[in-house]
């Protein structure tokens, strides 16, 4: 999948390009299966930022080049644990607030509705990272490798967060105690994918399912993502009155007008995002 750099450079780690109201994220460092270092992670929580902001994005889409599409983080480059580096208490845990967590909390937080396109391999951090898009696809030839227990490390980027909510607890214990290789069809039936697909028609499946999220009610879809990913954190009551301010503030929108008035018309609507 190809993109523009979104600096100038001969080796840009992140690759950014606008198709349709769609931005289109890639990670690029197909050399090392993407491995994330300290410069990716900073730009890529950069542009989920800016995607919220921006009216012309409606979609984003995540990606990698090459094989990969994340092998975590690069732990010779720095941007991981920091092995053989000398530390003080609390070194660590600054680390990874400042750094992955923030990462996948950027995905999580984003306002437009992100989808991932996981073309190939996975592992360490890139899991959670794929599995805090909104939807994610799955080509069949990748694979989800949780593999923190295998370096004695515990889980990070909010695996150990994600995963319960998505499997339940016993099958978040099975992935991270084992840190066994998922294959894509094993991915789908536990429920971690939305879809897996053939290799070949990952982009063109991502590009198709992007541009539905593209065309739909923008405000509408943030405030439903506000909603679900905090539904499992709140009591009835709450859950409740978090709807119904939702809607309060969606009723304000143009597309909910349009939503409304093209029912009464009887016709499809066209939302603007606005």
Same mark, same amino acid.
């Given at each position: 999948?190809?993109?523009?750099?979104?600096?100038?450079?001969?080796?840009?780690?992140?690759?950014? +390009? @606008? %198709?349709?109201?769609?931005?289109?994220?890639?990670?690029?460092?197909?050399?090392?299966?993407?491995?994330?270092?300290?410069?990716?992670?900073?730009?890529?929580?950069?542009?989920?930022?800016?995607?919220?902001?921006?009216?012309?994005?409606? &979609?984003?889409?995540?990606?990698?080049?090459?094989?990969? =599409?994340?092998?975590?983080?690069?732990?010779?480059?720095?941007?991981?644990?920091?092995?053989? &580096?000398?530390?003080?208490?609390?070194?660590?845990?600054?680390?990874?607030?400042?750094?992955?967590?923030?990462?996948?909390?950027?995905?999580?937080?984003?306002?437009? *509705?992100? #989808?991932?396109?996981?073309?190939?391999?996975?592992?360490?951090?890139?899991?959670?990272?794929? #599995?805090?898009?909104?939807?994610? #696809?799955? &080509?069949?030839?990748?694979?989800?490798?949780?593999?923190?227990?295998?370096?004695?490390?515990?889980?990070?980027?909010?695996?150990?967060?994600?995963?319960?909510?998505?499997?339940?607890?016993?099958?978040?214990?099975?992935?991270? =105690?084992?840190?066994?290789?998922?294959?894509?069809?094993?991915?789908?039936?536990?429920?971690?994918?939305?879809?897996?697909?053939?290799?070949?028609?990952?982009?063109?499946?991502? +590009?198709?399912?992007?541009?539905?999220?593209?065309?739909? *009610?923008? +405000?509408?879809?943030?405030?439903?993502?506000?909603? #679900?990913?905090?539904?499992? %954190?709140?009591?009835?009551?709450?859950?409740? /009155?978090? %709807?119904?301010?939702?809607?309060?503030?969606? @009723?304000?929108?143009?597309? /909910?007008? %349009?939503?409304?008035?093209? =029912?009464?018309?009887?016709?499809?609507?066209?939302?603007?995002?606005?």
């Amino acid at each position: 999948m190809n993109g523009v750099p979104v600096s100038d450079g001969t080796a840009v780690p992140v690759l950014r +390009r @606008m %198709e349709d109201g769609v931005c289109w994220i890639t990670l690029n460092r197909p050399e090392a299966l993407n491995a994330v270092t300290a410069e990716m992670r900073e730009t890529l929580i950069g542009l989920l930022e800016s995607a919220s902001a921006a009216p012309e994005v409606r &979609a984003v889409v995540l990606t990698g080049a090459g094989r990969g =599409f994340c092998a975590g983080a690069d732990l010779r480059a720095g941007a991981g644990a920091g092995a053989g &580096a000398e530390r003080v208490a609390g070194d660590v845990a600054r680390m990874l607030r400042r750094g992955v967590q923030r990462m996948v909390a950027a995905v999580l937080d984003c306002e437009k *509705p992100v #989808l991932a396109a996981v073309n190939g391999a996975t592992a360490g951090v890139g899991v959670p990272l794929a #599995l805090a898009c909104d939807l994610v #696809l799955m &080509a069949d030839t990748a694979a989800l490798v949780p593999a923190f227990v295998r370096r004695g490390l515990v889980p990070d980027g909010g695996a150990a967060y994600l995963l319960p909510r998505l499997v339940g607890p016993q099958r978040a214990k099975e992935l991270l =105690f084992l840190g066994d290789s998922l294959t894509a069809a094993d991915a789908e039936r536990l429920g971690l994918v939305n879809r897996v697909v053939p290799a070949a028609e990952l982009e063109k499946t991502a +590009r198709e399912w992007a541009a539905r999220l593209a065309s739909g *009610p923008t +405000r509408s879809l943030a405030l439903t993502k506000q909603l #679900l990913n905090a539904a499992l %954190e709140s009591d009835r009551a709450s859950a409740f /009155a978090a %709807e119904a301010t939702a809607q309060e503030a969606n @009723m304000t929108t143009a597309d /909910a007008a %349009e939503g409304l008035r093209a =029912f009464a018309e009887r016709r499809p609507p066209h939302f603007t995002g606005r």
